[in-house]
């Protein structure tokens, strides 16, 4: 086995072990890297976030940390989850959000939350779709 087999061996191994524990369980670097990786799996989007992009700034300072906010308007339904951290955005619609609670079967999964205000993420969203990525 050559070195760079070993260290994705080594990596693979890592990753399956943080895993094991789910969004509320484990320490929150492992949370964090099990949810990514699930939301991601699953089809939701990443967006980055960056001085170029104000009002997905001010969408993720509205997503409580830890929590998968969704948010609905003329029967769309969509899920957005932020990382602060990797100054990203986590968007997915109601097919995603299936899979990700499907995948994450027997874990902890991150509390859900209605939106109380809906408008910043339609508007943010809009643009995203206007604009594109």
């Known amino acids: 086995m050559n070195p760079k087999n070993g260290f994705i061996a080594a990596m693979l191994l890592f990753l399956f072990t943080i895993l ?3 969004c509320a369980g484990g ?3 492992q949370r964090l890297v099990v949810t990514e990786y699930l939301l991601e799996e699953a089809g ?3 967006w980055e976030v960056n001085m170029e992009t104000p009002k997905r700034q001010a969408l993720m300072q509205n997503i409580p940390k830890g929590k998968i906010v969704t948010y609905q308007r003329n029967g769309e339904t969509y899920h ?3 990382d602060e951290a990797a100054q990203t955005l986590y968007i997915g619609d109601e097919v995603a ?3 990700y609670l499907g995948m994450a079967r027997g874990r902890q999964l991150c509390e859900r939350l209605d939106a109380t205000e809906s408008a910043p993420f339609w508007s943010c969203f809009d643009e995203y779709q206007t604009r594109g990525r």
């Open 27 to 29: 320490q929150p670097l």
């Open 20 to 22: 094991l524990h789910g």
């Open 44 to 46: 939701f989007q990443k």
């Open 97 to 99: 959000y299936q899979r």
């Open 80 to 82: 957005a989850y932020s």
